[in-house]
């Protein structure tokens, strides 16, 4: 989440390139994205030439800079960071540097200083390393012209991205995803949350969470492993998968396996039979491309509709394919957010572990759709947790209330009859530490460090009360509730009546107001 000094740095920047002549916002943001990358390349990449040093070439004359960025820097940035087959070199094929104005650009340049100066200052002054600045101006932008929230898509705050991995505990012994990446938020968390978990020196940020940032307790091996064969990612966004390997690269994941592509779609089996070296079927129901990601962290596009027809075959259990009399299979408008929860079931391995953010009416809709999925949770996986978070946290996108589900995965297209024999915990939380309303502003509280303590320590406690805001419920109540997840159905209100004043009191005290208001106004006639 951006200070308010940034976004004003930010807004001031964009108001000057549409002046510019770059006024199409998305074209504005990539060209922005670029500059970010390009001042944060030394930091990050050790053994860089002088010459695409920002700090050498800041310092050219306007005459020369524009030349030199276009055909040296942005030349190197777009074919000469990554070998072609790299996922960074293709996510930057079409890429295209479009400032033409040597003074446009200075004054790009300047304001990139500016902000990067102000996001040193968050680090220094707040531990706040988790800055997802390419997100957040992408996110910031998009509010200004009206394209935040299209087809339910959302930025998630990265205070409840980080507390999502602190849940989660991903390490380095597997596969680490995010089926609709975005900006690649999710896998930076889980990256900072990585480093954070092998660091010797670990503080409290300004959500009471642990962050560290040195990882000095990763050997050399166990390093290269995580920045280059750890993250993965796929988005139907072409601008989201530049940015997003372009962000997850600064933070220092040299290789961000993000791929454009829909992955409700066959074509995400395809990728993934494309990885398999020495195999040569092209069968997507392969049982070889089941289950490769041992974490999936995510937050999928709300309420999104979509048409069957380019669902993937494999996804046939919420939406069982319907067919006419000829035999052609039908066309139906379908929820994406029930088929990407069918798919993150899909893609983690027996054991692997998923935190997926829902709106809450897939937890309690009726729909037989809506039903099977949440059955597919209870048997398919073992359903650890639901997290109702406030109805605020995705202001001033939408009030849409949402929850986090915790899960992790049994056995594909497990028996129906198989249900989970762990009972589920459920946790309410009121607050996640900031206001909620569109400001947004940080309160003095510590929801998310409460929360994590309760779901560290919920073994140890008694959680049968359902009166508090966290208690388990046995998988046998949640059958006859039609396998309902809410929060608010197990959760038991106590009234407790106030206890008001008497009339009688309240008059009195009136009276005594009124002979005073009286008698100030009496002197205010004498003055």
Same mark, same amino acid.
């Given at each position: 989440?951006?200070?308010?000094d940034i976004?004003?740095?930010v807004?001031s920047?964009?108001?000057?390139?549409?002046?510019?002549?770059?006024?199409?916002?998305i074209?504005?943001?990539?060209q922005i994205?670029y500059?970010?990358f390009m001042?944060?390349?030394?930091?990050?990449?050790?053994?860089?030439?002088?010459k695409?040093k920002?700090?050498?070439y800041n310092?050219f004359?306007?005459?020369?800079l524009?030349? !030199?960025v276009?055909?040296n820097v942005?030349n190197?940035i777009?074919n000469?960071?990554a070998s072609?087959?790299?996922?960074?070199a293709?996510?930057?094929?079409?890429?295209?540097?479009k400032?033409?104005s040597p003074?446009?650009?200075?004054d790009a340049?300047n304001?990139?200083?500016?902000?990067y100066?102000?996001i040193?200052d968050?680090?220094?002054n707040k531990?706040n390393?988790?800055?997802?600045i390419?997100g957040?101006?992408?996110?910031h932008?998009?509010l200004?012209?009206?394209e935040a929230?299209k087809?339910?898509? /959302?930025?998630t705050p990265?205070?409840i991205i980080y507390?999502?991995a602190?849940?989660?505990?991903?390490?380095?012994d597997?596969?680490i995803?995010?089926?609709?990446?975005?900006s690649g938020g999710?896998?930076v968390?889980?990256?900072?949350?990585?480093?954070t978990?092998?660091?010797?020196k670990?503080?409290?940020?300004?959500?009471?969470?642990?962050r560290g940032?040195?990882?000095d307790?990763?050997d050399?091996?166990?390093t290269? !492993?995580l920045?280059?064969q750890?993250? /993965?990612?796929f988005?139907?966004d072409q601008t989201?998968?530049?940015i997003?390997?372009?962000n997850l690269?600064?933070h220092g994941?040299?290789k961000?396996?993000l791929?454009y592509t829909d992955s409700l779609s066959e074509?995400?089996e395809?990728?993934?039979?494309?990885r398999k070296?020495?195999?040569?079927s092209?069968?997507i129901?392969n049982?070889?491309i089941?289950?490769?990601?041992?974490?999936?962290?995510?937050?999928?596009p709300?309420t999104g509709?979509?048409?069957?027809i380019?669902i993937s075959?494999?996804?046939d259990r919420?939406?069982?394919p319907?067919?006419?009399?000829e035999?052609?299979?039908?066309?139906?408008?379908?929820?994406?957010e029930?088929?990407?929860?069918e798919?993150?079931i899909?893609?983690l391995?027996?054991?692997?572990r998923?935190a997926?953010?829902?709106?809450e009416?897939?937890?309690?809709?009726s729909?037989k759709?809506h039903k099977?999925i949440?059955?597919?949770?209870l048997?398919?996986c073992?359903l650890?947790?639901v997290v109702s978070l406030?109805s605020?946290?995705?202001?001033p996108?939408?009030?849409?209330?949402?929850?986090i589900l915790?899960?992790?995965?049994?056995k594909?297209r497990n028996?129906?009859?198989?249900?989970?024999?762990?009972?589920v915990?459920?946790y309410?939380?009121?607050?996640?530490g900031?206001?909620?309303d569109?400001a947004r502003?940080r309160?003095?509280d510590?929801?998310l460090?409460?929360?994590?303590n309760?779901w560290?320590n919920?073994?140890?406690?008694?959680q049968?009360n359902?009166e508090? !805001? !966290? /208690?388990?419920i046995?998988?046998?109540?949640?059958i006859?509730?039609?396998?309902?997840?809410n /929060?608010?159905?197990?959760?038991e209100?106590?009234y407790v009546p106030q206890?008001?004043e008497?009339t009688?009191?309240l008059?009195?005290?009136?009276?005594?107001?009124e002979?005073?208001i009286?008698e100030q106004l009496?002197?205010?006639?004498?003055?």
């Open positions: 989440m951006l200070s308010t976004k004003n740095k807004q920047l964009w108001d000057r390139l549409w002046a510019g002549g770059l006024a199409n916002p074209e504005a943001i990539d994205s500059l970010l001042k944060r390349l030394e930091s990050f990449k050790s053994d860089l030439e002088d695409y920002w700090s050498v310092k004359n306007d005459s020369e524009l030349n !030199h276009k055909n942005f190197f777009k000469d960071l072609a087959e790299d996922p960074y293709i996510a930057m094929n079409d890429a295209v540097f400032f033409k003074a446009l650009l200075r340049m304001y990139i200083n500016d902000i100066s102000l040193d968050e680090i220094k531990n390393h988790f800055q997802d390419q957040d101006v992408y996110e932008l998009l200004q012209t009206n929230g087809n339910g898509q /959302f930025r990265r205070h507390l999502m602190n849940i989660l505990d991903p390490d380095i597997g596969k995803c995010d089926i609709t990446s975005g999710f896998l968390g889980a990256y900072q949350y990585i480093l978990k092998y660091s010797k670990v503080t409290d940020d300004e959500d009471g969470l642990p940032i040195d990882g307790n990763l050399d091996t166990k290269k !492993h920045k280059e750890t993250f /993965f990612g988005d139907i989201m998968i530049r997003g390997v372009m690269m600064m994941i040299e961000p396996n791929v074509d995400y395809n990728i993934e039979l494309s070296k020495g195999e040569k092209d069968d129901k049982k070889s089941q289950g490769l990601y041992k974490y999936i962290l995510a937050n999928p709300f509709k979509v048409d069957s380019r075959q494999n996804l919420v939406y069982p319907q067919f006419d009399k035999g052609n299979r039908k066309n139906i408008t379908v929820q994406s029930l088929l990407f929860l798919r993150i899909y893609m391995e027996e054991g692997g998923a997926v953010i829902v709106p009416g897939v937890l309690f809709n729909g759709s099977a949440r059955k597919l949770l048997t398919d073992a650890e947790g406030p605020g946290t995705f202001l996108y939408t009030g849409v209330k949402t929850s915790l899960f992790s995965k049994r594909y028996k129906e009859d198989d249900l989970q024999s762990l009972n915990w459920f309410g939380m009121d607050s996640d900031y206001s909620l569109n502003k309160t003095i510590f929801p460090k409460d929360m994590l309760e560290t919920k073994n140890n406690k008694d049968s359902l508090l !805001h !966290h /208690f388990e046995p998988v046998e109540k949640i006859e509730n039609d396998f309902e997840l /929060f608010n159905l197990y959760k209100y106590v206890e008001f008497k009688e009191s008059l009195k005290q009136l009276k005594v107001l002979k005073s009286s009496k002197n205010l006639d004498n003055l």
